[in-house]
């Protein structure tokens, strides 16, 4: 059993700020927090480190690491139907497992510990990356409709049945309907008679263009909130990812169905989608978390670049200064993440919590001076001062190296599988 305690570090707390203490960990969990001296072995020096609960990515499809700068500068469905569906058709079982496997070192590399991610097929190759790094993953099928619907379900069933609570309870799966426009109502309640009988939570894209809220009304009377709750999928715990264009009807439903949702600012500025009313979300009450989106519309998987983008794009959009200040912004990809994929006692340092926890090197020139660690963090720091990445307990990173996965290995078989997948 992992027994081991860091000491002397400045840590994060659920209130936002800023305490030095000794944090124990037992097993999975931190077993307790101390002030004072430390003596013994097993000791992690936590002097010039800062302590975070791990960067929680609430959006993200791991596997388009295969895709990344593929196909740049374009509007979203120019993007999705000419470049990225037909070269995602050529993917095959060993390219999801080694795109997921480089997303998973780029993942911990930048201080992420947890992701939720959709994709497919061959989601159980992702679940296998999941299982081998050490992360915690919430993975769902992605569930096109309108091609393949009632296989992708099927698939979708299987890995629910192979994966769900694996790997220790790491691993948990989510039903993955796309998105309103491939995902029409009557598959969509398909999909919620699936889910209901698994007891299985569901991710979906929702709200991410203009040109998707004018083709639901136009096709649905409706707008995508209002058709979706009427098919009964808000009901059994929904991770809606970007939710840009929203009404006053639309943020509504989110509140009353505890919907969660998952912003993505730097993908969203990139595709020019829009911005997600973030303000408006949280002063109702709505769990709002970040994602990066996947490595070909982002095009990386740095948490803490979203989180800078989350604070600043907050305040552009509403002229507050004020709006999103950095310990929400660091609030948002931990504890506010951890809630959106539905995880237990994750995404905060504190005596019984899961023993997630990431120490930030505060030594390079960006940290200093070092007066507020969490202004750092968010609007200084690069994600290169993760140094430290510790998971249930166990060391996944120490001192930048990698404990669990061989990223030289990793590096060139997905470099085969890119060079093979773009050459003509």
Same mark, same amino acid.
């Given at each position: 059993?992992?027994?081991?305690?860091?000491?002397?570090?400045?840590?994060?707390?659920?209130?936002?700020?800023?305490?030095?203490?000794?944090?124990?960990?037992?097993?999975?969990?931190?077993?307790?927090?101390?002030?004072?001296?430390?003596?013994?072995?097993?000791?992690?020096?936590?002097?010039?480190?800062?302590?975070?609960?791990?960067?929680?990515?609430?959006?993200?499809?791991?596997?388009?690491?295969?895709?990344?700068?593929?196909?740049?500068?374009?509007?979203?469905?120019?993007?999705?139907?000419?470049?990225?569906?037909?070269?995602?058709?050529?993917?095959?079982?060993?390219?999801?497992?080694?795109?997921?496997?480089?997303?998973?070192?780029?993942?911990?590399?930048?201080?992420?510990?947890?992701?939720?991610?959709?994709?497919?097929?061959?989601?159980?190759?992702? %679940? #296998?990356? &999941?299982?081998?790094?050490?992360?915690? /993953? !919430?993975?769902?099928?992605?569930?096109? *409709? @309108?091609?393949?619907?009632?296989?992708?379900?099927?698939?979708?069933?299987?890995?629910?049945?192979?994966?769900?609570?694996?790997?220790?309870?790491?691993?948990?799966?989510?039903?993955?309907?796309?998105?309103?426009?491939?995902?029409?109502?009557?598959?969509?309640?398909?999909?919620?008679?699936?889910?209901?009988?698994?007891?299985?939570?569901?991710?979906?894209?929702?709200?991410?263009?203009?040109?998707?809220?004018?083709?639901?009304?136009?096709?649905?009377?409706?707008?995508?909130?209002?058709?979706?709750?009427?098919?009964?999928?808000?009901?059994?715990?929904?991770?809606?990812?970007?939710?840009?264009?929203?009404?006053?009807?639309?943020?509504?439903?989110?509140? %009353? #169905?505890? &919907?969660?949702?998952?912003?993505?600012? /730097? !993908?969203?500025?990139?595709?020019?989608? *829009? @911005?997600?009313?973030?303000?408006?979300?949280?002063?109702?009450?709505?769990?709002?978390?970040?994602?990066?989106?996947?490595?070909?519309?982002?095009?990386?998987?740095?948490?803490?670049?979203?989180?800078?983008?989350?604070?600043?794009?907050?305040?552009?959009?509403?002229?507050?200064?004020?709006?999103?200040?950095?310990?929400?912004?660091?609030?948002?990809?931990?504890?506010?993440?951890?809630?959106?994929?539905?995880?237990?006692?994750?995404?905060?340092?504190?005596?019984?919590?899961?023993?997630?926890?990431?120490?930030?090197?505060?030594?390079?020139?960006?940290?200093?001076?070092?007066?507020?660690?969490?202004?750092?963090?968010?609007?200084?720091?690069?994600?290169? %001062?993760?140094?430290?990445?510790?998971?249930?307990?166990?060391?996944?990173?120490?001192?930048?190296?990698?404990?669990?996965?061989?990223?030289?290995?990793?590096?060139?078989?997905?470099?085969?599988?890119?060079?093979?997948?773009?050459?003509?």
């Amino acid at each position: 059993m992992n027994s081991f305690v860091i000491s002397g570090v400045k840590m994060f707390k659920p209130s936002g700020e800023v305490v030095t203490a000794n944090i124990y960990v037992s097993g999975d969990k931190i077993s307790k927090i101390t002030q004072g001296e430390v003596a013994g072995a097993n000791v992690i020096d936590g002097k010039n480190k800062f302590a975070t609960p791990g960067l929680v990515n609430a959006h993200t499809h791991a596997s388009m690491t295969l895709l990344r700068s593929y196909s740049d500068d374009k509007a979203l469905m120019d993007w999705l139907q000419k470049d990225i569906w037909p070269i995602e058709d050529k993917m095959t079982r060993k390219d999801i497992y080694w795109g997921a496997a480089l997303a998973a070192v780029e993942m911990i590399k930048s201080g992420t510990t947890a992701f939720a991610d959709m994709y497919g097929p061959c989601m159980d190759e992702v %679940a #296998k990356v &999941v299982d081998e790094s050490g992360l915690r /993953g !919430s993975l769902s099928q992605g569930l096109i *409709g @309108i091609f393949d619907g009632d296989k992708r379900l099927v698939w979708n069933i299987e890995l629910y049945k192979n994966f769900h609570g694996r790997a220790d309870g790491r691993i948990q799966i989510m039903f993955g309907p796309h998105a309103i426009y491939t995902c029409p109502p009557d598959y969509l309640k398909k999909v919620v008679n699936e889910a209901a009988k698994l007891g299985a939570e569901i991710h979906m894209h929702m709200n991410e263009t203009k040109t998707e809220i004018d083709d639901c009304i136009k096709n649905y009377g409706k707008r995508p909130f209002e058709v979706v709750a009427e098919t009964g999928l808000l009901d059994l715990g929904f991770l809606a990812a970007h939710c840009v264009h929203l009404s006053d009807e639309e943020i509504e439903i989110i509140k %009353a #169905k505890k &919907v969660r949702v998952a912003h993505n600012p /730097g !993908s969203n500025m990139k595709l020019a989608s *829009g @911005i997600c009313p973030v303000t408006k979300l949280l002063s109702k009450g709505v769990t709002v978390a970040l994602g990066t989106d996947g490595a070909s519309s982002n095009n990386n998987l740095d948490m803490l670049e979203e989180m800078r983008l989350a604070a600043l794009l907050a305040k552009v959009d509403t002229l507050n200064p004020l709006a999103v200040p950095a310990a929400q912004a660091l609030q948002m990809a931990t504890e506010n993440g951890a809630k959106a994929l539905n995880l237990a006692n994750v995404g905060r340092l504190e005596e019984g919590c899961k023993a997630d926890i990431v120490l930030w090197d505060m030594c390079s020139v960006e940290w200093q001076p070092n007066y507020n660690p969490v202004s750092l963090l968010v609007y200084s720091a690069n994600s290169s %001062a993760a140094d430290t990445v510790i998971v249930d307990g166990k060391i996944l990173m120490q001192g930048r190296e990698l404990k669990t996965l061989d990223e030289e290995k990793i590096l060139a078989e997905f470099t085969a599988c890119a060079n093979r997948l773009t050459k003509n």
